[in-house]
């Protein structure tokens, strides 16, 4: 028997497929909105993720110019080039040499560099190939049209003085951030506030769209020093010259503004040059506000003045300094060069006897000293903002005994930086006023009093019989009156002092109205070796005087002193003749000055 099977029914096999594109159109539906309403935002970020970003809109650091507009700063736009990891392995492998060449390394280290990046973030993040680089670099780089290589804006600082204002400007990193000196003091002010805006990047990194702009760019703020770039010349010029031919290791030299505290120069021995930083980190230390000194006979100034100041002394007050040497506690004997026999006061710091100047230091109490040379910003920061000053060190007077109260009257047994030494004698000079040195033109900077005008101005007189009859007459300055105070230290090392040594002079011109004061430090005249010259009145008062003669020239400070510098001609024409040179005893007077104790 034949079984005959039916075939389903048409209608049967329709409604099958309506059930089928019913179930289809239901999945499609919930898809959709769970696309479109459920994860809307979840998705939405993710593809922005892949192709919309927030970049930074680089902006231009502020440019710092000079006291007469010069500028010793500046930015110039540069390319910086980055790339996504992953697009360029999976896409540019083949370009990797050429773009190695354009960036100036070898392929394998540039193919490691990617690689381990990729690791590290998975592929998500950029990282940067080389920054800065030079716009036409990054041109030829962009031309070779390699996956996930890209370039944006950035800036590169320059320095149009080099090394000659390097300790004073630092310089910036990478990121155009200051990282030492006024860059870094001042970086806040400079930098500015970077941009931001919120593009769309196709897959090669390039911004195909500005969508909006986040935070709008703030450039950096100009900054204008009260440093006169020709003084700073002219102070590093003489300094290096006298580093070289006297064979010293280190120098440096600061030139102050008496009327207002601003620091026209400022310049260190050895230099670098910001622009190529290389070699020795330790040239890159601004020695003048970072290394502390041994004052030596430049801090007799302000004993005598501690000693006016107590009302026991007087500038013709006679002190005995015979024989010439002084037996302290202990068994230490101080020397002068010879026996001076009866001085006065001024004969103390004409002659630099280190005897006359504890006999005045012994007879004052213990906490009036101090007080004076604290008031004269001696053991703190002189207050010039500088990143990195040095306090110095002025040991409390509690623990003074005879032989501490009698080596700081003649400059031992404190530290202080040649900043302290300029601010000092800057105060000396503007009638007993102190005021905090600055690197800022036009900062309002008020004074202090910390000495009496008279006896301020009594100071400054007794200072210039150092230049006129004293062991400092290499400091002079045609046509100007000159004071001021020489010193030679000797150099302590591991607890000792050594036969090496530190010149000093300390000095302010011109006498009848002090416009400008300069200090001179000098390491190490000589190499340390035995029989050349080494002291202050030899190594850094010629110094002062050649940066002095010049500034002031600059400046155009009338001279005070043109009765005693010029003479008649037969022509009738004025002609310049040198000062009389000072006794035979002041060329001795400038070879001992150490007055370490023996």
Do not use: C
């Amino acid at each position: 028997m034949t079984v005959r099977v039916r075939p389903p029914s048409l209608r049967k096999r329709m409604s099958f497929v309506v059930m089928v594109l019913a179930l289809a159109s239901t999945a499609l539906i919930v898809r959709a909105v769970d696309l479109q309403i459920v994860r809307k935002d979840f998705y939405q970020g993710e593809g922005d993720a892949r192709h919309l970003r927030d970049i930074p809109i680089q902006v231009s650091r502020g440019t710092i110019f000079d006291r007469n507009g010069e500028p010793l700063a500046v930015s110039t736009p540069v390319e910086a080039i980055w790339a996504i990891p992953r697009e360029v392995l999976d896409k540019g492998r083949d370009q990797l040499p050429d773009l190695a060449r354009a960036l100036g390394v070898d392929v394998e280290s540039l193919t490691q560099r990617l690689t381990q990046r990729l690791a590290q973030t998975a592929g998500r993040d950029f990282m940067y190939l080389k920054r800065p680089v030079d716009p036409d670099v990054a041109e030829e780089i962009l031309a070779m049209h390699i996956p996930g290589v890209a370039s944006e804006r950035a800036f590169r600082r320059y320095y149009p003085s080099g090394e000659v204002a390097g300790h004073v400007l630092g310089f910036t990193n990478v990121d155009d951030r200051g990282q030492e000196g006024l860059e870094l003091a001042f970086d806040e002010w400079l930098a500015g506030q970077p941009g931001v805006k919120r593009v769309i990047r196709d897959l090669r990194g390039q911004v195909v769209e500005n969508v909006e702009l986040v935070r709008e760019a703030q450039p950096g703020r100009d900054l204008t020093l009260s440093i006169d770039r020709r003084i700073q010349y002219l102070a590093y010029r003489e300094l290096k010259s006298a580093i070289i031919s006297n064979s010293a290791t280190s120098g440096s030299m600061i030139v102050l503004d008496v009327r207002n505290g601003e620091i026209l120069a400022m310049v260190n021995q050895p230099s670098y040059n910001p622009n190529a930083r290389s070699g020795d980190a330790a040239y890159r230390r601004n020695r003048a506000l970072t290394d502390v000194i041994e004052p030596g006979s430049t801090m007799k100034a302000f004993t005598v003045a501690a000693g006016l100041e107590s009302g026991k002394w007087k500038p013709n007050t006679p002190v005995d300094t015979t024989p010439g040497t002084y037996l302290l506690a202990g068994g230490y004997t101080i020397r002068d060069i010879r026996n001076f026999g009866l001085l006065d006061v001024t004969g103390i710091i004409t002659k630099s006897s280190n005897v006359g100047a504890i006999k005045i230091s012994l007879t004052l109490p213990n906490e009036s000293f101090y007080d004076l040379l604290h008031r004269f910003g001696f053991g703190e920061v002189s207050g010039s903002g500088f990143p990195g000053e040095s306090p110095g060190f002025l040991p409390p007077p509690r623990s003074w005994g005879p032989v501490e109260k009698a080596t700081i009257s003649y400059g031992y047994g404190l530290n202080v930086t040649p900043m302290q030494l300029a601010q000092a004698y800057a105060a000396l000079a503007n009638g007993g006023r102190l005021r905090p040195p600055t690197f800022v033109k036009g900062t309002l900077n008020p004074d202090v009093e910390v000495l009496s005008p008279q006896i301020a101005a009594t100071m400054v007189s007794m200072l210039e019989t150092v230049v006129t009859v004293g062991g400092g007459a290499k400091a002079g300055v045609p046509n100007y009156r000159v004071a001021g105070k020489t010193g030679t230290a000797r150099r302590a090392t591991g607890g000792s002092y050594e036969s090496r040594h530190v010149s000093l002079f300390a000095g302010m011109v011109p006498v009848t109205d002090p416009r400008l004061v300069g200090v001179v430090v000098i390491h190490d005249p000589g190499g340390g070796r035995g029989g050349a010259p080494y002291y202050g009145g030899l190594v850094s008062a010629p110094v002062f005087s050649k940066v002095m003669t010049e500034a002031l020239r600059l400046l155009d400070v009338p001279p005070d002193n043109v009765q005693n510098w010029y003479t008649g001609s037969p022509d009738g024409r004025p002609t310049i003749v040198p000062p009389p040179p000072a006794p035979d005893e002041a060329s001795d007077l400038s070879r001992y000055e150490e007055g370490v104790p023996q």
